[in-house]
């Protein structure tokens, strides 16, 4: 395969229609006769519903139905979770509209179906419900205590998990250094540009959902597993999506609603949240307690590390609520040795808005707190963060290398991905000037950060899914098409929502088989045009789908080297190919694959058994995750007097393996690290004592804006993996992953003379300010 295309920086073929307004959104569509859907949501975070009432709202102009969940409850089923790692896992009932009693505030208790939404919003207040009030659970350690009010009769305890790797004890006992550190990741919200919506219609037989979600494939299954509406009549279309980062990665109580209720109104019906009905019911990120101990030589080298967390699950465990703090178990030991690893999670339930998977999904967690307490290790011995790192970490030549929490890293450079980020950060310089401004007692202090980290993404194998009791695997699916006028078109069963597949996809299939960049179309998204799949998640597109392309594109070419040998009456194995083209060892004679894929369509000289067509499908299913890693640096100014934290500079060095596009790769990173820094600087969602969220509003919920963030300085190493023939690994989460432990690090690091160890993130300017004076007291 001649690479022209891969590693170019195209620009993406998907961005003047979408940037010109010419897009397609599930909010855009529009049918006659299209009803809107509004929902009744509770007030409450834990209550006996006694009472609905909707006959109040039939009435009113404008309104064709309303109901309440009592008239689903026969048909509307539990809403899935697919992912029960732990074997002692509880999976409540989750009805997608609640019958006898909600459990966060937010929940669906009724709706109201009308000729326009905003009919539909009225006609809401004029529903009644009666509530028993029901005490609240909203702390993770009061929940696990005797006495606590239960949020489901199982009570409050959703699973307990353990494993444990080496000798744990041995490692502590009289181990010279051991650190003890408790680290909170606060609740986030997820918030993509495009709100969540759903449409339905159905000709009465048959049903095609359109939603703006990221799994049309595994959303149809789901669908007819939940309501028993047969698979086969059911179509799921996701229109052009405004991003996701993990939260349209669901099935939704709207999804299946809407479902239901085109079938029992045998019209098409849609819903679209606001962005405050998002912020309450859109599943949140995060949310975990995590304690760790760390023993260590007194030269650094670690010898033992124990995690232990409490992860809030939320009211109900959505389609992989359980999973999500697991997949961090085999990653708090990130690019270091150690001689034993200990690993347990309980999950709680509390009467919160459920949790899932948000960008990296357990790994950003899982980074955040092997970094934080390698630089509370560093601090202890009076070392500096990225010597003490060094001595840790898995050399170059010790690749492939096996973790000890079991996972084979197949490839990576964390020496050079260091190197050039210190170089380009101007890491000694800043410290001396740290030092100086520390020895003047400069109001405004130098804090440095430091995070080095890998992940484990790609997901995934799909024996490895099986082996931790995931409801699917992890191939995916794709087709080529060499159309007869010589263009081609891809079926890719992996879903984009900004990620740039239609461009990386092309790039793929230009050099693959020698056609120009612009004459090939990708197609995705309507499970009836692309009918298999596992869509898109867990930084697996490239790594997956693209490979799943590639390899239809091997199987294309396999196919037009037989038909070319035909026409050319030659042996296939005297045939080359060379840009597109097959010729003829020593000869002029040459077919190219435009010339080919005419002949198929015609039919009038293929070989005897032959099909008349140039085309196939292909399925990849990796052997290993694939494992980006890299070196994040942050230098930030603290004002001790006011606690404002500004980021100064912000150094990426990453190895993502072979880099199909470069411009794409730097928007992945940029946006992650945006991600990232929101989380330690700026994101948390707040709920107060009875169950209310308090952020529901961006007014409330605190964004950073492009004015709020630094200029990203980046830069990549290059060790392709192993994992497929591409040499390709993830970046969507990366960034994200990396991010949040380097500024934490560098406000903490700049505060630490005061006696500052920790801040609780966000880091905001009170926060910072607390600490401060704490420390003066």
Known sequence: MTMQEVGQPRRRKEDPRLLTGRTQWTDNLARPGLLHVMFLRSPMAHARISRIDVSGARGLPGVVAAFSGRDFEAEQGSLPCAWPRSPDTIVPDHPPMAVSEVRYVGEAVACVVATDRYRAADALEAIEVDYEP?????????????????????????????STHGDIEAAFRDAPVVIDRTYV?????????????????????????????????ILKVMLALVTGVPEHTIRVVAPDVGGGFGSKLQVTAEEVLCLLLARKLGRAVKWTESRSEGNLTVHHGRDQLQHIRLAADSDGRIRGLQVELLADMGAYLVLLTPAVPLLGAQMFNAIYKMDAYEFACTGVFTTKMPTDAYRGAGRPEATYGIERIMDELAAELRQDPLEVRRRNWIKQEEFPFTTISGLTYDSGNYEAATDRATAMFGYDKLRAEQADRRDRGDPVQLG?????????????????????????????????????TGKVEVITGSTPHGQGHVTAWSQIVADALGVPFDDITVLYGDTAISPKGLDTYGSRSLTIGGIAVLKACDKVRDKARKLAAHLLECSPDDLEWEAGAFKVRGTESQQTIQ????????????????????????????????????????????????????????????????????????????????????????????????????????????????????????????????????????????????????????????????GINDIQMPCTPERVWRALEGGRA
């Open 448 to 484: 440095i950060g430091v995070s080095t980290y890998t992940e484990m993404c790609g997901l995934g194998p799909s024996r490895w899914f099986g082996q931790n009791n995931a409801g699917a695997g992890g191939w995916e699916h794709a087709s080529v098409r060499v159309l007869a």
């Open 185 to 217: 990741q606060q609740r986030l919200i997820p918030s993509a540009m495009e709100p969540r919506a759903v449409m339905c219609e159905t000709d009465g037989e048959s049903f095609t959902l359109y939603s703006s979600t990221q799994i049309p494939h």
């Open 595 to 754: 010339e080919l894929a005419l002949a198929a369509f015609t039919g009038h000289a293929l070989p005897d058994g032959a099909e008349p067509r140039l085309d196939s499908d292909a399925t990849f299913d990796p052997e290993n995750f694939s494992f980006p890693h890299g070196t994040h640096l942050c230098a930030v100014e603290v004002d001790t007097e006011t606690g404002w934290v500004k980021i100064r500079s912000y150094v990426a060095v990453d190895d993502i393996g072979k880099v199909v596009n470069p411009l794409i790769v730097d928007g992945q990173l940029h946006g992650g690290i945006a991600q990232g820094v929101a989380q330690a600087l700026f994101e948390e969602a707040v709920y107060d004592s009875e169950g209310n969220l308090l952020t529901t509003t961006m007014a409330d919920y605190l964004l950073p804006s492009a004015a709020d963030l630094p200029n990203f300085t980046l830069d990549r190493t290059e060790s392709p993996a192993t994992s497929n023939p591409l040499g390709v690994k993830g970046v969507g989460e990366a960034g994200t992953i990396a991010s949040t432990p380097a500024v934490v690090n560098a406000v903490v690091d700049a505060l630490r003379p005061r």
């Open 134 to 162: 029901l005490p609240a659970v909203l702390d993770m350690r009061q929940a696990l205590s005797d006495g606590s009010p239960s949020v489901h009769e199982s009570g409050n305890r959703a699973f307990t998990f353990r």
